[in-house]
């Protein structure tokens, strides 16, 4: 299973971007994305069950990020607005069969793209 994350670059303060990963291979029962900044833990951001339409966010990113995804097509996205200086960091997606304990947490996933940047400059 290969998971291909694309769409990052630098974008001013208030400005969006759209995330997109692919991945080929079988289903899973969660896609996520996961970011981590310089010198920091990486954190979760947002996912989407494959069954359904249940979204996680973690509390900094409501209301700003909207996560999607495109079963056809295996793919899925992070559609991200009113950017701060904080969400820098590197983006990686991630799909894995976490218990809905775990959804927010690395360890419920097992298969990672490779990141892209994302920097908002102030």
């Known amino acids: 299973v290969q998971l291909q994350a694309s769409g990052g670059g630098l974008v001013q303060t208030g400005g969006s971007l759209r995330l997109t990963c692919a991945t080929s291979?079988?289903?899973?029962?969660?896609y996520g994305w996961f970011r981590q900044a310089p010198g920091k833990e990486r954190e979760f951001v947002a996912a989407?069950?494959?069954?359904?339409?249940?979204?996680y966010y973690t509390d900094s990113v409501k209301g700003r990020f909207t996560i999607s995804r495109d079963n056809a097509k295996k793919a899925w996205y992070l559609e991200m607005t009113s950017l701060k200086p904080e969400d820098t960091a590197v983006y990686y997606c991630?799909?894995?069969?976490?218990?809905?304990?775990?959804?927010?947490?690395?360890?419920?996933?097992?298969?990672w793209g490779q990141g892209t940047q994302v920097t908002v400059s102030s």
């Open positions: 991630a799909a894995g069969d976490p218990i809905t304990s775990s959804v927010s947490t690395s360890e419920g996933y097992r298969y």
């Open positions: 291979g079988r289903s899973f029962r969660y």
């Open positions: 989407h069950s494959y069954y359904g339409s249940t979204k």
